[in-house]
């Protein structure tokens, strides 16, 4: 149970009301106590239970035929792809499932190891062509 004050009691009944069930349930207690044993509390309650009282007398019209119309007639459409559109979606899908492919494929390609063994054992075996000494021979 909370300390409760004129200035939170007055908060609470502002916010929730003059019926005690509808206040927040761990401040309820003090609430309640402070409302029995302070005066000025009970005031604040006497005047928010005339204003429940307007709140709760008021009644909403049902809205005419007419408006009723109105609404559901006004009420937007699901709109159909056209063509154009659909192809643009379908082409960018594809575009994009080719993108994803290209990257995936490239990014399994640079996790695997290169394969530099055999280059070296076929450099080995080319000669190398020296055109120096054709140059000095000259």
């Known amino acids: ?14 916010a929730y009301g003059a019926t005690p069930n509808r206040w927040p349930e ?17 005031a604040l309650l006497a005047d928010a239970d ?7 007398a008021h009644k909403v019209a049902e809205p005419s035929r007419t408006l ?6 006004g009420a937007p459409t699901k709109r159909r792809l056209t063509g154009r559109a659909r192809l643009w979606w379908t082409t960018l899908g594809l575009a994009l499932a080719g993108a994803s ?12 190891e290169p394969v530099s063994a055999n280059v070296q ?8 062509l020296d055109y120096s000494t054709e140059e000095n021979a000259q």
Do not use: H, K
């Open 1 to 14: 149970m909370t300390d409760m004050d004129l200035n939170r009691f007055e908060d609470l009944v502002a």
């Open 68 to 73: 009723r119309t109105m609404v559901i007639e």
């Open 26 to 42: 761990d401040e309820r207690d003090a609430a309640e106590a402070f409302a029995r044993s302070d005066p000025r509390a009970r």
């Open 50 to 56: 005339s204003i429940d009282a307007l709140l709760f």
């Open 101 to 112: 492919g290209m990257l995936a494929g490239s990014a399994a390609t640079a996790a695997l």
């Open 121 to 128: 054992l076929y450099s080995q075996d080319v000669p190398a």
